[in-house]
C-alpha cells in the first residue's frame, strides 16, 4: 500500500484548504484511511478517518463540523475538506492506510500505532 498526500498550503484564518490522499494496492481490501496532523513540539493528531467500503467516518472532536472526510473510489482517493481554518490547525497533515478490523472508529484516531501505511506529509499554514 503506497499513499502519497498533496493539497497543503498557506491559508488564512477562516478560509478552506482540501488535502488529498492517492492511494494503490487497496483495491483488494478494506481499508481504514485516517489524517493525522502533527504541530511543532506537539504529538501527533488523528484527525478524522473513513472506512472505505462504506464511508463511515470518525471526527477528533477539535474539527467535528469543520472538517469532512470522503472518499472517491474510481480515483482511489481520500479527502480532507477543511473548513474555517484555525490557526492552531496549522500542522504537517499525514494521511495513513490500515486494514479495517472492525474496531471502534475512535481507535484508530487515537492509535497511529494501528497503521503500517503512510504517505508524506503535506504543510498547512493558516496566518491569523
Known amino acids: 500500500v503506497q499513499l502519497q498526500a498533496s493539497g497543503g498550503g498557506l491559508v488564512q484564518a477562516g478560509r478552506s484548504l482540501r488535502l488529498s490522499c492517492a492511494s494503490s494496492g487497496l483495491a483488494l481490501s478494506d481499508y481504514v484511511i485516517a489524517w493525522f496532523r502533527q504541530a511543532p513540539g506537539k504529538e501527533r493528531e488523528g484527525v478524522s478517518c473513513?472506512?472505505?467500503?462504506?464511508?463511515?467516518?470518525s471526527y477528533a472532536d477539535s474539527v467535528k463540523g469543520r472538517f469532512i472526510t470522503s472518499t472517491d473510489y474510481a480515483k482511489n482517493t481520500v479527502y480532507l475538506q477543511m473548513n474555517s481554518l484555525k490557526p492552531e490547525d496549522a500542522a504537517v497533515y499525514y494521511c495513513?492506510?490500515?486494514?479495517?478490523?472492525?474496531?471502534?472508529?475512535?481507535?484508530?484516531?487515537?492509535?497511529?500505532?494501528?497503521?503500517?501505511?503512510w504517505g508524506q506529509g503535506t504543510q498547512v499554514t493558516v496566518s491569523s
Open positions: 495513513a492506510g490500515a486494514p479495517y478490523q472492525y474496531y471502534s472508529l475512535s481507535y484508530y484516531l487515537l492509535l497511529p500505532s494501528l497503521f503500517g501505511s
Open positions: 473513513i472506512i472505505r467500503s462504506d464511508g463511515t467516518t
